[in-house]
């Protein structure tokens, strides 16, 4: 009988080590998911334009993206506005893209006429 008890208290012991794990494990990931780099996910102008023109290509085509190289960013606040160039002799506008700068999360794409 001893024996019985014996295995069955290891069992309890085992299961209350793996709801440990996976309880510890979870909180764990739970804090890697909610991780924001001290600069953002889009730290520098570099990393703006190029989600930028990713997000605009698709939209306008790569050609008319393209043309509007080279694309200037700018902090306001904490908001990338990320523009396109409009080159001597051409008439129209350029796209214009805003984008948080933490996250990523786009707040408005439009291309002037």
Known sequence: ?????????LRR???CGIATL????????????NYIPRNGFV???????KIAEAVL?????EKTILRERPFHASLDGNHWV??????PGETGGV??????RADGHIFNVQHGR
Request: glycine share 8%.
């Open 57 to 61: 290509m698709p939209i306008y085509g």
């Open 22 to 33: 996976v309880i510890v494990g979870s909180s764990s990931m739970a804090e890697a998911a």
């Open 43 to 49: 730290p520098d102008a570099r990393t703006a334009i």
């Open 1 to 9: 009988m001893s024996g019985d008890n014996d295995s069955e208290m």
């Open 82 to 87: 990320i523009t396109g160039s409009l080159h």
């Open 95 to 100: 796209a214009v893209v805003r984008l948080d």
């Open 13 to 15: 012991w085992l299961a």
